[in-house]
């Protein structure tokens, strides 16, 4: 159980286009999402924190109107990076629970590649 | 702030045992996780740690001192399949969030 999908996989674009990554809880509903960055080598920084129904928390540093949040449901949370620049290339992972203090589960992340 | 520290890399051989240490500086710690990650791919749950202790999930094992702000992740029979990153990470009370630390990156050699 605890499945958590992410689509798509990877993504190759040019540089202003806008791109949308999709999170879904398969078999449990998801009552948070977070969203997290991880450039090469390095670790996963959380972006957002997502609940359904209200807006997301962004960390600092974090552009709320270059990465918006959309957490519709209890199994979905989207991610859209608008007008995408070489900068923006990175892995980008969400994850879910199901209870506060819960174990997150992760998808298997998203490869954003800007050209 | 928040800070955790790991060591960057650690080598080990095939069968041994290695221990991947974690201390961390935080308001408002809940719990400690651990978290392993494979080149390319999304990090997966290993184990958790919200008392002191010793937990153990086969040949993983964890272990957490509150007093300490101090906990290792204990690997044992290592297999070249166990070469990835893991990280630590800190749960905190408020939202369920949790941040990662820098990650180990481990290395097994025949």
């Known amino acids: 159980g605890a499945v958590v999908s992410q689509h798509p996989s990877r993504v190759i674009c040019k540089s202003g286009t806008s791109v949308k990554i999709e999170c879904r809880s398969l078999?449990?509903?998801?009552?948070?999402m977070f969203w997290y960055r991880q450039f090469p080598k390095q670790s996963l920084m959380l972006m957002a924190t997502s609940n359904e129904g209200s807006k997301a928390t962004y960390e600092q540093g974090v552009e709320k109107d270059k990465f918006l949040i959309n957490h519709a449901s209890l199994t979905l949370s989207t991610l859209t990076v608008t007008s995408a620049h070489p900068e923006d290339s990175s892995f980008y992972i969400c994850s879910a629970t199901d209870s506060p203090r819960g174990s997150q589960h992760f998808g298997d992340g998203t490869r954003l590649s800007i050209l | 702030g928040q800070s955790l520290e790991q060591p960057s890399e650690v080598t080990a051989v095939e069968g041994a045992i290695v221990q991947i240490n974690c201390t961390y500086q935080t308001s408002g710690f809940y719990g400690l996780s651990w978290y392993q990650q494979h080149d390319g791919g999304a990090p997966t749950f290993l184990s958790y740690?919200?008392?002191?202790g010793l937990e153990e999930t086969g040949r993983f094992s964890s272990f957490l001192s509150r007093s300490d702000s101090y906990g290792y992740l204990l690997l044992q029979e290592l297999q070249m399949k166990d070469s990835a990153s893991y990280f630590c990470?800190?749960?905190?009370?408020?939202?369920?969030?949790?941040?990662f630390g820098s990650g180990t990156r481990l290395s097994i050699r025949p």
């Open positions: 990470a800190v749960l905190y009370s408020s939202a369920s969030k949790i941040i």
């Open positions: 740690n919200g008392l002191d």
């Open positions: 078999d449990f509903q998801a009552t948070t």
